[in-house]
C-alpha cells in the first residue's frame, strides 16, 4: 500500500530543515525484537517509532525509568496485553522499581511518590476505553489531591505519552496475533514469525481469490477521478454545494455485532490489580451516557496538539511528529498484485474511522467513503484492535485482508496504530488546555475575593 493521504494535517515542522529527532539514534533492548521485527518490512516507520518508544522509556525525561515502566503496566493491564506485560515487569525490576508495585495499586504506600499513581489511575482508565472523558477536571485531580502536589506538568506530560503509545502498542501485539518472547536470535525470529506465520496464513489463503483487492482499485480509480474531476470544474455563484457526509450508525458498525462493555460486565474474566476503578470498557461514541460532544478536529487538530506538546517536551513532540507525517507520505504504491497505484482514499477512510469512533469528526471528510472502502470484516478488525484489542480473535485475524500482502497487512496495522496513537495526544492535549483555562478562571475568581 502506499499513504500519500493526510490523516494529520501539515507538518508543524515544514520539513525545510533537520529537526531535533533526526539526532536520535537509540536502539531498543532485545526484550522488544519479538515486536520489533514487525517494523523491519517497512524501515522507514522504524526508524522512527524505535527512536520514540526508546525516547520514552529509556531516555532523559522527568519520570524515573521505573515509574515508566509502570505506567506501562497500568496501561497494558487494560487491553490485558501479556506480551507488553511480561516486558514491562521485566523492565521495572531492572530498573530498580518496588517489588511490592507489582501486586497491585491497594498494596501502594500512602507516601507522595506511590499516591501519585492512584491518582493518574482514572486518566489511564478512561483514556484507554472512553477518551473523549478526559477534560480538565480530570488532569486537575491527577495533578494534586486535597494535600500534595503530585505530578508536575512535566511528568503527567512524560506519562500520558507513554500511555498513549502503550495503548497502541497493545493494538498491534492484539492484531499480530501471539508474539513469543526473545528465545533465539533476532535473524531466526524474524524468519520465524515472518515467514512462518505471516506467510502461511498467505498460502491458506491463496486458494479462495475473493477479489477484495479488485473492487478497491476500481473503487478508488473512482472516487479519485471524481475528485480531480471536482476540482476542475467551477461552481455556479448560486449553486450551493451539499455538506460532506458526517458519520452515521451503519457507517460505524461492524461485520457483526461486537457487544460494547459497561461498567458492570465488562472483563469478567479478567481481574486487573493495575487499577482501582471499576470495570469499563469502549462505548460506542454515539451511545454515549456522559455529556461530551463530539470533537470536532478543526477546533483543536495535531497542530494545536502539537504547539502545546512542544512547549513542554520538544523531543517528544518532534518525534511523534514525525511519525503521524510519515504516514502522509510512506508509500509502495501497491496493493495486493498491483502496482503503481494510489491508495491514499483507503488508507484515509482507515483514519478517519478510528478518529470517529473516539468521536472525532473531520468535517471535510465524506464519511460514506468509509462503507466504500472498508468492508465489514475491516472494519471489524479495525473497531476491534483500537477500542477492545483484548477481544480480537485468530478468526477475524484470518479473514481481514486475505488478498493483502504480508507487509500491506503490516502497514495497515501501523496506519491503526499510529491513528489510535493520535486520537490519545488529541483527547489528552485537549484536556490540558481546558484545565488551563479553568485555572485561569480559578485565578481570576480568587482574585475577585
Same mark, same amino acid.
Given at each position: 500500500?502506499?499513504?500519500?493521504?493526510?490523516?494529520?494535517?501539515?507538518?508543524?515542522?515544514?520539513?525545510?530543515?533537520?529537526?531535533?529527532?533526526?539526532?536520535?539514534?537509540?536502539?531498543?533492548?532485545?526484550?522488544?525484537?519479538?515486536?520489533?521485527?514487525?517494523?523491519?518490512?517497512?524501515?522507514?516507520?522504524? @526508524?522512527?517509532?524505535?527512536?520514540?518508544?526508546?525516547?520514552?522509556?529509556?531516555?532523559?525525561?522527568?519520570?524515573? =525509568? @521505573?515509574?515508566?515502566?509502570?505506567? %506501562?503496566?497500568?496501561?497494558? #493491564?487494560?487491553?490485558?496485553?501479556?506480551?507488553?506485560?511480561?516486558?514491562?515487569?521485566?523492565?521495572?525490576?531492572?530498573?530498580?522499581?518496588?517489588?511490592?508495585?507489582?501486586?497491585?495499586?491497594?498494596?501502594?504506600?500512602?507516601?507522595?511518590?506511590?499516591? =501519585?499513581?492512584?491518582?493518574?489511575?482514572?486518566?489511564?482508565?478512561?483514556?484507554?476505553?472512553?477518551?473523549?472523558?478526559?477534560?480538565?477536571?480530570?488532569?486537575?485531580?491527577?495533578?494534586?489531591?486535597?494535600?500534595?502536589?503530585?505530578?508536575?506538568?512535566?511528568?503527567?506530560?512524560? %506519562? @500520558?505519552?507513554?500511555?498513549?503509545?502503550?495503548?497502541?502498542?497493545?493494538?498491534?501485539?492484539?492484531?499480530?496475533?501471539?508474539?513469543?518472547?526473545?528465545?533465539?536470535?533476532?535473524?531466526?525470529?524474524?524468519?520465524?514469525?515472518?515467514?512462518?506465520?505471516?506467510?502461511?496464513?498467505?498460502?491458506?489463503?491463496?486458494?479462495?481469490?475473493?477479489?477484495?483487492? $479488485?473492487?478497491?482499485?476500481?473503487?478508488?480509480?473512482?472516487?479519485?477521478?471524481?475528485?480531480?474531476?471536482?476540482?476542475?470544474?467551477?461552481?455556479?455563484?448560486?449553486?450551493?454545494?451539499?455538506?460532506?457526509?458526517?458519520?452515521?450508525?451503519?457507517?460505524?458498525?461492524?461485520?457483526?455485532?461486537?457487544?460494547?462493555?459497561?461498567?458492570?460486565?465488562?472483563?469478567?474474566?479478567?481481574?486487573?490489580?493495575?487499577? #482501582?476503578?471499576?470495570?469499563?470498557?469502549?462505548?460506542?461514541?454515539? #451511545?454515549?451516557?456522559?455529556?461530551?460532544?463530539?470533537?470536532?478536529?478543526?477546533?483543536?487538530?495535531?497542530?494545536? @496538539?502539537?504547539?502545546?506538546?512542544?512547549?513542554? $517536551?520538544?523531543?517528544?513532540?518532534?518525534?511523534?511528529?514525525?511519525?503521524?507525517?510519515?504516514?502522509?507520505?510512506?508509500?509502495?504504491?501497491?496493493?495486493?498484485?498491483?502496482?503503481?497505484? $494510489?491508495?491514499?482514499?483507503?488508507?484515509?477512510?482507515?483514519?478517519?474511522?478510528?478518529?470517529?469512533?473516539?468521536?472525532?469528526?473531520?468535517? $471535510?471528510?465524506?464519511?460514506?467513503?468509509?462503507?466504500?472502502?472498508?468492508?465489514?470484516?475491516? =472494519?471489524?478488525?479495525?473497531?476491534?484492535?483500537?477500542?477492545?484489542?483484548?477481544?480480537?480473535?485468530?478468526?477475524?485475524?484470518?479473514?481481514?485482508?486475505?488478498?493483502?500482502?504480508?507487509?500491506?497487512?503490516?502497514?495497515?496495522?501501523?496506519?491503526?496504530?499510529?491513528?489510535?496513537?493520535?486520537?490519545?495526544?488529541?483527547?489528552?492535549?485537549?484536556?490540558?488546555?481546558?484545565?488551563?483555562?479553568?485555572?485561569?478562571?480559578?485565578?481570576?475568581?480568587?482574585?475577585?475575593?
Amino acid at each position: 500500500m502506499s499513504t500519500t493521504s493526510s490523516p494529520t494535517g501539515s507538518s508543524p515542522q515544514g520539513g525545510s530543515s533537520p529537526s531535533r529527532a533526526d539526532e536520535i539514534n537509540w536502539q531498543l533492548p532485545p526484550l522488544w525484537q519479538p515486536l520489533e521485527i514487525f517494523f523491519l518490512p517497512h524501515p522507514d516507520y522504524h @526508524a522512527v517509532a524505535a527512536p520514540c518508544i526508546a525516547h520514552l522509556f529509556y531516555g532523559s525525561g522527568p519520570l524515573k =525509568k @521505573a515509574e515508566r515502566h509502570f505506567v %506501562a503496566l497500568m496501561t497494558a #493491564a487494560h487491553h490485558e496485553c501479556q506480551f507488553l506485560l511480561d516486558l514491562h515487569e521485566r523492565e521495572f525490576e531492572r530498573e530498580g522499581g518496588e517489588f511490592h508495585w507489582l501486586q497491585g495499586l491497594k498494596h501502594m504506600q500512602n507516601n507522595p511518590t506511590e499516591k =501519585k499513581f492512584r491518582t493518574l489511575d482514572r486518566f489511564v482508565h478512561l483514556i484507554s476505553h472512553q477518551p473523549w472523558r478526559v477534560n480538565g477536571e480530570v488532569l486537575k485531580s491527577v495533578f494534586r489531591d486535597e494535600e500534595d502536589v503530585l505530578w508536575s506538568l512535566n511528568q503527567l506530560v512524560h %506519562a @500520558a505519552t507513554i500511555v498513549a503509545v502503550t495503548n497502541a502498542l497493545c493494538a498491534m501485539v492484539h492484531g499480530l496475533g501471539k508474539i513469543e518472547p526473545m528465545s533465539t536470535t533476532p535473524l531466526e525470529l524474524s524468519r520465524r514469525t515472518l515467514r512462518a506465520e505471516w506467510n502461511a496464513k498467505e498460502m491458506k489463503k491463496s486458494h479462495t481469490h475473493n477479489k477484495e483487492v $479488485d473492487y478497491l482499485v476500481s473503487r478508488m480509480a473512482t472516487l479519485q477521478q471524481s475528485r480531480r474531476d471536482n476540482e476542475g470544474s467551477e461552481t455556479g455563484g448560486e449553486e450551493e454545494m451539499a455538506p460532506p457526509a458526517t458519520p452515521t450508525d451503519d457507517m460505524m458498525a461492524p461485520f457483526f455485532s461486537l457487544t460494547d462493555g459497561d461498567e458492570n460486565d465488562s472483563q469478567d474474566a479478567h481481574v486487573n490489580i493495575f487499577t #482501582a476503578q471499576g470495570p469499563l470498557a469502549y462505548r460506542d461514541f454515539a #451511545a454515549r451516557e456522559d455529556p461530551a460532544k463530539t470533537y470536532k478536529i478543526h477546533e483543536f487538530d495535531w497542530d494545536h @496538539a502539537f504547539n502545546m506538546l512542544n512547549d513542554v $517536551d520538544p523531543l517528544s513532540a518532534d518525534l511523534f511528529d514525525k511519525r503521524f507525517v510519515l504516514m502522509q507520505t510512506l508509500t509502495y504504491h501497491t496493493m495486493g498484485d498491483y502496482s503503481n497505484i $494510489d491508495t491514499s482514499e483507503y488508507r484515509l477512510a482507515i483514519w478517519n474511522y478510528i478518529h470517529a469512533l473516539f468521536g472525532i469528526r473531520h468535517d $471535510d471528510y465524506e464519511y460514506q467513503k468509509v462503507n466504500e472502502l472498508l468492508s465489514r470484516q475491516m =472494519k471489524t478488525f479495525v473497531k476491534t484492535c483500537v477500542c477492545f484489542p483484548e477481544r480480537m480473535t485468530e478468526e477475524l485475524r484470518n479473514h481481514v485482508m486475505p488478498d493483502f500482502t504480508s507487509s500491506e497487512r503490516i502497514h495497515a496495522l501501523l496506519i491503526i496504530i499510529e491513528a489510535r496513537c493520535q486520537a490519545n495526544l488529541l483527547y489528552f492535549t485537549r484536556a490540558l488546555n481546558n484545565y488551563y483555562v479553568l485555572q485561569n478562571a480559578d485565578h481570576k475568581e480568587r482574585r475577585r475575593h
